[in-house]
């Protein structure tokens, strides 16, 4: 295996989760649909909030990459949805769907073997798609560790899942 194809199957491990993180089909599978809008004691945002803000993220990212005339939301208020915000069962799994798509959409361009890791992004030289890579990567292993955490603190956690229950496997 050569240097390209040992990168490309390390991000992609990296992407996928696992290892040393909890995928975010893990986080979010089973999740109590009545509670998707609860937000956690002194947490400003709920849970769909943020799945939203990991989905907003990630599609902006991936479109900056892929897309020259992408224009990234405002930041700040652009990355999440406003804190009165809520979502119903379409929304909460309209989002969960989106970022799983989009997650497909950033490993496509890591199999991809013409994408150059390292060159200059065209219309970002500053850039390069191994930074913005694992720029996704790490963005959403940090909120899916958020909301699996969230998730036991609320006492969310399915009882027959040990994964984070103290328990051993």
Same mark, same amino acid.
């Given at each position: 295996?050569? !240097?390209?194809e040992?990168?490309?199957? /390390? ?11 909890m995928?975010? !089909? #893990? ?10 809008n ?6 400003p945002?709920?849970f769909?909030h ?6 907003i993220?990630?599609w902006?990212?991936?479109e900056f990459?892929?897309?020259p005339? @992408?224009?990234s939301?405002r930041?700040?208020e652009?990355?999440?949805p406003k ?5 119903? /069962? ?11 798509r989009?997650? #497909?959409?950033v490993k496509?361009l ?5 994408t ?5 992004i065209? @219309?970002a ?6 930074? #913005? ?5 790490d963005?959403?292993?940090h ?9 036991q ?6 009882h ?6 103290g328990?051993s496997?």
């Open positions: 295996m050569n !240097e390209n040992t990168m490309r199957k /390390e991000l992609l491990a990296l992407l996928d989760g696992g290892n040393a993180h995928t975010f !089909e #893990e986080a979010v599978a089973d999740f109590p649909l009545d509670r998707i609860t937000k956690p004691a002194r947490c945002y709920s769909w943020l799945v939203e803000h990991i989905r993220c990630q902006d990212i991936i990459v892929v897309n005339q @992408h224009v939301p930041w700040p652009g990355y999440r804190p009165s915000q809520t979502t119903d /069962e379409s929304g909460w799994f309209g989002s969960i769907e989106a970022v799983v989009d997650l #497909e959409r496509a890591v199999r991809d073997p013409q150059d890791f390292f060159a200059p065209a @219309h030289p500053d850039y390069t798609i191994f930074r #913005e890579v694992v720029l996704v990567a963005h959403n292993s909120h899916t560790g958020e909301l699996a955490m969230m998730r603190i609320e006492g969310l956690w399915p027959d899942r040990p994964y984070l229950t328990e496997s």
